[in-house]
Structures are given as C-alpha cells and as structure tokens.
Nanobody, 130 residues
C-alpha cells in the first residue's frame, strides 16, 4: 500500500520559512507526479505545487509562485516544498499526493485538482502568524 508521510510543518511568523518533506514508500516518485496541496479551515483544498521527473516539469499556483520551490530526491524517494516569505494566508494543513498521470492533466487544465491524485498523506500543519 502506497504510503506518503509529510513532515516539517510548524508555526512561524510572517516572512519566515519552512521546508516540508514528503517521504514516499511503496511508490517510486520518479514514476509519479507528486503534488502538494493545502487546506485552511473552512476552505476547499488547494493545489499549490507539483513535480514530475518524467517531463522534468513543475507547476506552481499563482499564490505561491516566487516564494515556494518544489524539489525531489529520487535516491531518497522524497519530495520537498521549500516555503519562503510565508504569509498568514499560507496557513493550513499541507498534504502531499501522488498521481501517475497528474501532470498531464495539470498542464491541460492549468490547475491542480484532488481527482488527479490517487494516494495521499495525512498532512502536516503550517501556521503563519502576522
């Protein structure tokens, strides 16, 4: 069974940084699109970044472009989300997800959706205070 485990969340002040890690097992990240989503209380889950080795491509939501960087270490089977210049509106629970064909759909649509991803982690909380 695919397992994705997020870590690295925490509480920071606005302008600070955090690095999230998604450790994958029973799934090879180099063969899958790995995405990061977030969900704030009372809001829908939002896709923020995705990466896929196969196409060498990445995707970022407009809300995080220039501040967040997604990267992966195939040897460690892990994906990272470096978050800089954090804002209070970045607060939420962050999830990583895997989807073999997700990047194709993302590029066609210009956005990430839950339905593109079949495996999910339990999430890690990020809280940004002003």
């Amino acid at each position: 069974q695919v397992q994705l485990v997020e870590s690295g969340g925490g509480s920071v002040q606005a302008g600070g940084s955090l690095r999230l890690t998604c450790a994958a097992s029973k799934v090879t990240i180099s063969n899958n699109c790995i995405g990061w989503f977030r969900q704030a209380p009372g809001k829908e889950r939002e896709g923020v970044a995705a990466t896929y080795t196969g196409s060498g491509g990445t995707y970022y939501a407009d809300s995080v472009k220039g501040r967040f960087t997604i990267s992966q270490d195939n040897a460690k089977n892990a994906v990272y989300l470096q978050m800089n210049s954090l804002k209070p509106e970045d607060t939420g629970k962050y999830y990583c997800a895997a989807g073999r064909r997700a990047m194709t759909a993302i590029r066609a649509r210009g956005a990430m959706t839950d339905a593109d991803f079949g495996a999910w982690g339990q999430g890690t909380q990020v809280t940004v205070s002003s």
